[in-house]
């Protein structure tokens, strides 16, 4: 009796081709483009018309949300295009049919996928259009992430014509730290990045460098000067503690509490009411308050980054363990199905799990350098990696997967790990962090 494939036995021996050009315009413009396009406020820039691209061609994009598809789809009609998205999200049971019959290509986050680039090379042999977002994840803080290691050789190797997206708005529509949507307004602009001339005149790394440049943006910045307003239903701080985690007046972790549009440390006090614009309102002169919610997490990095510098640096917690299902799919927007517990520890080293999966003892340890960040599927209370081989999804016990992540990701760098940040912003951080600690130790 022929033995049952697995999902992901399906998706390994899927040969991935172009969309079905009528079934992708059908679903662009019947679903997304009539529930989308007006109700969050979508307007486009075009400084290159995608009428004008003929060929295969390759879009990248700043990654501000879970939403950017519907943008960029919007964007770069009348082209279809085969997206690249994470594998995880096949498991999904309210993702993974419409993946399926849009082409969509699977890519393990953070860790190197040769069945993503064998993909990608078909879609393209056969005349069709890439979309990538090189961040790997969309934007936890408002701002980019620097492009994944390798996605300067991909464009140099592929040497085809890589339009940029820019998307603005997109993070306040849907923050990482709260599920809920807040129509406002979303801006992308599409405009040339590189063309095969130039791609075959740069290196690798010139060529990622000027992607890292090329797709920064800060939403909270924007709209300091946009002045859009996002309706937040009364709930703009609601979970922002999860980002948002250390007090800049008392220096405590784990303090601060979202909800309403209030976020306030609960043992000192410091706090800002959050408006529609996302500005952070201190309550009085008393409170220190960074000037965006960009700039907070930023002042927090500097911090980690200070912490784990330490060779004696622990980060230890009890969580729960999730695994992605064998023959069924996700069900009710869940991530993964809990299948163990233990303690995670992240040292100088490496990232150790020990603990029991499956009613069986179960460890295993990744290398700092083997391990740039962690990823995080829908919202900030659970993270998850690729690097073990499988996907694994972890739940800790207290909301602090914003210190996981940024722990792991400055333990990479320092431990000479090639995954590195962006500089312009880490030196200005660098600056402002100094000024708030000093701030801080003045007033202990």
Not at 81 to 110: G, Q, T
Not at 365 to 378: E, K, Y
Not at 394 to 415: C, G, M, Q, Y
Request: charged share 20%; aromatic share 10%; glycine share 8%.
């Amino acid at each position: 009796m022929r033995k049952k494939l697995t999902t992901q036995q399906k998706l390994a021996r899927r040969k991935i081709g172009k969309p079905n050009y009528l079934i992708y315009r059908l679903l662009i413009f019947a679903i997304v483009k009539l529930m989308f396009e007006k109700k969050l406020g979508v307007n486009f820039t075009y400084k290159v018309n995608p009428k004008d691209f003929k060929g295969p061609f390759i879009v990248v994009g700043n990654h501000a949300s879970r939403m950017d598809y519907i943008y960029s789809s919007l964007a770069l009609l009348p082209h279809s295009m085969n997206y690249v998205v994470a594998f995880n999200e096949f498991f999904r049971s309210h993702l993974s049919f419409i993946f399926w019959l849009m082409c969509v290509i699977p890519k393990r986050n953070f860790v190197s996928d040769p069945y993503t680039i064998k993909s990608i090379k078909r879609v393209i042999s056969k005349g069709g259009n890439i979309c990538i977002f090189p961040e790997g994840m969309s934007s936890i803080s408002g701002a980019n992430q620097p492009s994944m290691i390798g996605s300067g050789k991909l464009l140099k190797c592929f040497g085809l014509p890589v339009l940029r997206l820019g998307i603005k708005g997109g993070y306040l529509t849907n923050t990482k730290y709260c599920l809920d949507e807040r129509c406002g307004r979303v801006d992308v602009e599409l405009d040339m990045l590189f063309t095969p001339e130039q791609l075959k005149s740069m290196d690798a790394d010139e060529i990622q460098g000027e992607l890292d440049r090329a797709i920064y943006h800060d939403d909270y910045a924007w709209n300091k000067v946009a002045r859009v307003s996002f309706d937040g239903k009364g709930q703009m701080a609601k979970n922002m503690h999860d980002m948002l985690y250390w007090c800049p007046r008392c220096g405590m972790e784990f303090t601060m509490h979202g909800s309403g549009n209030i976020i306030k440390c609960m043992l000192c006090g410091n706090g800002a009411e959050v408006n529609a614009y996302y500005d952070l309102i201190p309550f009085d002169n008393s409170c220190q308050i960074p000037e965006t919610p960009r700039v907070w997490w930023d002042i927090q990095r500097e911090l980690v980054r200070n912490l784990v510098s330490d060779e004696n640096f622990v980060l230890s917690e009890r969580i729960k363990l999730g695994s992605l299902p064998q023959y069924k799919l996700l069900k009710n927007l869940k991530t993964s199905e809990i299948t163990g517990e233990g303690r995670l520890a992240l040292t100088r080293a490496g990232l150790q799990f020990d603990g029991v999966r499956d009613g069986a003892v179960f460890s295993f340890f990744v290398s700092s350098q083997n391990l740039p960040s962690l990823g995080i599927a829908t919202d900030m209370s659970r993270m998850f990696t690729n690097a073990t081989g499988e996907f694994l999804e972890f739940i800790p016990d207290s909301r602090s997967v914003a210190k996981w992540l940024l722990a792991t990701e400055e333990n990479h760098r320092l431990t000479g790990g090639s995954w590195k940040d962006l500089i312009s912003t880490t030196q200005n951080t660098s600056l402002l962090v100094e000024s708030v600690t000093n701030s801080f130790l003045d007033t202990v």
